[in-house]
C-alpha cells in the first residue's frame, strides 16, 4: 500500500488509563500530543513518563504523574548538557554498557531497566564525560 515495507515489528502496549479507568473518545477529554502542547506539556515528558513503565503493564495517567516526569526529563537533559565532550572515548567502557543496554531492551523491551541503567552510567565515576555522551 505504501510502496516499501512499512516496519518490521508492532508492538500494541495497554490501553491509557485515568482513574476512571480506559481513556476513550466516548467518554470525553483523551489524550493527544496537541492537547499536552496546548497545556504547556512537552510531549517527549509524555513519552518518558511511558517510557518509565512497561508496555504490558497498564499505565494510569494523571497531571500530577506527568508534571512529575517531566521534572525528571528536564532534570535529566540538564545533566547530560553539563557533560564534558573533551577526552577520547573508553572503547572498553562504552562496550560494556552498550552491551548492558541492548540486554535491557531484549529482556522484553525492558525500557524502565534501560533508563535506570542511564542513569547509572551517569553516575559512574570511572567512564569519562565523552564515553558517557557516546
Known amino acids: 500500500y505504501l510502496g ?3 516496519c518490521n515489528y508492532w508492538v500494541h502496549g495497554e490501553w491509557l488509563n485515568d482513574k476512571s ?3 476513550s473518545k466516548s467518554k470525553g477529554e483523551f489524550l493527544t500530543v496537541s492537547l499536552l502542547k ?3 506539556y512537552n510531549p517527549l515528558a509524555y513519552r518518558y513518563m511511558c517510557l ?3 508496555y ?3 499505565l494510569v495517567f494523571s497531571y500530577e504523574v506527568l508534571e512529575s516526569s517531566e521534572n525528571e526529563y528536564k532534570k ?3 545533566r547530560i ?3 564534558n565532550k573533551d577526552g577520547s572515548i573508553n572503547n572498553d567502557l562504552f562496550d560494556k554498557y552498550n552491551n548492558e543496554f541492548k540486554e535491557t531492551l531484549k529482556n522484553d523491551l525492558n525500557t ?7 542513569y547509572k552510567l551517569l553516575k559512574d565515576t570511572e567512564v569519562n564525560d565523552i564515553t558517557k555522551l557516546e
Open 56 to 58: 504490558r503493564k497498564q
Open 4 to 6: 516499501h515495507k512499512w
Open 81 to 83: 548538557s553539563n557533560l
Open 112 to 118: 524502565a531497566s534501560s533508563l535506570t541503567l542511564l
Open 52 to 54: 518509565n513503565s512497561h
Open 76 to 78: 535529566l537533559l540538564k
Open 38 to 40: 496546548e497545556k504547556g
Open 21 to 23: 479507568g480506559k481513556m
